[in-house]
T-cell receptor, first 112, second 113 residues
Framework: DTEVTQTPKHLVMGMTNKKSLKCEQHMGHRAMYWYKQKAKKPPELMFV???????INESVPSRFSPECPNSSLLNLHLHALQPEDSALYLCASSQLISPEQYFGPGTRLTVT | GQQLNQSPQSMFIQEGEDVSMNCTSSSIFNTWLWYKQDPGEGPVLLIALYKAGELTSNGRLTAQFGITRKDSFLNISASIPSDVGIYFC?????????????FGKGITLSVRP
């Protein structure tokens, strides 16, 4: 299994809603990542988990809250988002010391 | 911080043509990666390069790790319509123990049938 899966595919939420994005991989990768991508731009790193522990937070606002329940799952909890947070949210995974990151298909988030 | 330069922003070619794109940096990278992203999908890893001068192929794609460690090249031969997409280079610098990648801004490739 060489796939990273993400759910949901699309999400529309109001600024007062609370929602969660989910990511799963079964490649035995011990590093997992959240990226945000705006149209026609490269992915921007948000968070990195190594061995289920948060190792990098790229100064992301607290309205984004990551969680890594186990080595296969990664969640991103969303609360009180702003319209400018609308973007494609990508999850990726890799072997711990490998630069080869494998991306999921993303969740297209629209904040109204 | 490190930046990767990809230009032009868009390329237009005829089906069957070869196309080359490059990625340059003012600082050294010890790993270069090339990704392709289709609309509405996540980036897909095409090729990874680990040694200066390394030349690696994946089907019709060939990529090279520049000898100076400051650039990389991707060549697509005999282009087909499904080659359409955004091509991102990414690199990991020589220093730093983490796995953070630096991405180029991407090149949008269009293939005319």
């Amino acid at each position: 299994d060489t796939e990273v899966t993400q759910t949901p595919k699309h999400l529309v939420m109001g600024m007062t809603n609370k929602k969660s994005l989910k990511c799963e991989q079964h490649m035995g990768h011990r590093a997992m990542y959240w990226y945000k991508q705006k149209a026609k731009k490269p992915p921007e790193l948000m968070f990195v988990y190594s061995y289920e522990k948060l190792s990098i937070n790229e100064s992301v606002p607290s309205r984004f809250s990551p969680e890594c329940p186990n080595s296969s799952l990664l969640n991103l909890h969303l609360h009180a988002l702003q319209p400018e947070d609308s973007a494609l949210y990508l999850c990726a995974s890799s072997q711990l010391i490998s630069p080869e990151q494998y991306f999921g298909p993303g969740t297209r988030l629209t904040v109204t | 911080g490190q930046q990767l330069n990809q230009s032009p922003q868009s390329m237009f070619i005829q089906e069957g043509e070869d196309v080359s794109m490059n990625c340059t940096s003012s600082s050294i990278f010890n790993t270069w990666l090339w990704y392709k992203q289709d609309p509405g999908e996540g980036p897909v890893l095409l090729i990874a390069l680990y040694k200066a001068g390394e030349l690696t192929s994946n089907g019709r794609l060939t990529a090279q790790f520049g000898i100076t460690r400051k650039d990389s090249f991707l060549n697509i031969s005999a282009s087909i319509p499904s080659d359409v997409g955004i091509y991102f280079c990414a690199g990991r610098p020589l220093t730093g123990a983490n796995s953070k990648l630096t991405f180029g801004k991407g090149i949008t490739l269009s293939v005319r049938p």
